[in-house]
C-alpha cells in the first residue's frame, strides 16, 4: 500500500526567503505526482504534474523534482510572499486505475 | 479555464438522512472521483468512476454509499444514512484518462455536517 509523507508539518519563513518542501513516498512505481496549494476551508489547486518519466517541472516560482527511484520529490519556492502561505499537498498515482494518494501536507506561513 | 463544479458548497443533516453531493466534471474528462477530507486529516480517496461504472473503491466506500452519473454532466455521491463521522470535506475531481501525466483537476468541495 502507497504511503505518502510530508516533512516538515509546518515551517514558517520571512518573506523573500526560498524554501524546500519534501514529500516521500514508499512505493516508486508511479505513474505521476502532483503538488497541490490549499487554502484554509478551500479545495485543492492544482501547481505542477510531474510525470513518472521526468526529473521536474516548472512553473513561475515554483519548481519541483521527481526522483522516482528513492521515493522522492521536492517543492521548491523562490522568493516567498505573505499571500503563498497555505498548505502544500504532494499526491502520487500509482496505479492506471488513476486514485491519488496524499500527504498530510505542510503548512506553510511567509511572514511579512 | 474549465473547472470542475460542486453543489452545495455547504451541507448540514441529521444523522440517519441521506444526503446527495453533486459534481459538473469538466466537459471532455472521461475519469471522475470523489475523495474525503476529515477535518484535520488528509484528502483520502473513496471511488473512481469509468465509462459509467466502478473502476475502484477504498474501504471506505462501503455500501452506505453509492456513486452515478445520472446524465451527461453531473456526477453524484449519495450516502444512504448518514453518521456522525461522515462529517467531511467531500471533493469531487475529474481527469481526461488516468494513465500517466493527466492532471486530476479538484472541485471546491462540499463540506458535509452531520449532527
Known amino acids: 500500500k502507497q504511503e505518502v509523507t510530508q516533512i516538515p508539518a509546518a515551517l514558517s519563513v520571512p518573506e523573500g526567503e526560498n524554501l524546500v518542501l519534501n514529500c516521500s513516498f514508499t512505493d516508486s512505481a508511479i505513474y505521476n505526482l502532483q503538488w497541490f496549494r490549499q487554502d484554509p476551508g478551500k479545495g485543492l489547486t492544482s501547481l505542477l504534474l510531474?510525470?513518472?518519466?521526468?526529473r521536474e517541472q516548472t512553473s513561475g516560482r515554483l519548481n519541483a523534482s521527481l526522483d522516482k527511484s528513492s521515493g522522492r520529490s521536492t517543492l521548491y519556492i523562490a522568493a516567498s510572499q505573505p499571500g503563498d502561505s497555505a498548505t502544500y499537498l504532494c499526491?502520487?498515482?500509482?496505479?492506471?486505475?488513476?486514485?491519488?494518494?496524499f500527504g498530510d501536507g505542510t503548512t506553510l506561513t511567509v511572514k511579512p | 479555464e474549465p473547472e470542475v463544479t460542486q453543489t452545495p458548497s455547504h451541507q448540514v443533516t441529521q444523522m440517519g438522512q441521506e444526503v446527495i453531493l453533486r459534481c459538473v466534471p469538466i466537459?471532455?474528462?472521461?475519469?471522475f472521483y470523489w475523495y474525503r477530507q476529515i477535518l484535520g486529516q488528509k484528502v483520502e480517496f473513496l471511488v473512481s468512476f469509468y465509462n459509467n461504472e466502478i473502476s475502484e473503491k477504498s474501504e471506505i466506500f462501503d455500501d452506505q454509499f453509492s456513486v452515478e452519473r445520472p446524465d451527461g454532466s453531473n456526477f453524484t455521491l449519495k450516502i444512504r444514512s448518514t453518521k456522525l463521522e461522515d462529517s467531511a470535506m467531500y471533493f469531487c475531481?475529474?481527469?481526461?484518462?488516468?494513465?500517466?501525466?493527466?492532471?486530476?483537476?479538484f472541485g471546491p468541495g462540499t463540506r458535509l455536517l452531520v449532527l
Open positions: 475531481a475529474s481527469s481526461e484518462r488516468s494513465a500517466g501525466g493527466q492532471t486530476q483537476y
Open positions: 510531474i510525470q513518472s518519466s521526468q
Open positions: 499526491a502520487v498515482r500509482d496505479t492506471n486505475a488513476g486514485k491519488s494518494t
Open positions: 466537459s471532455n474528462h472521461l475519469y
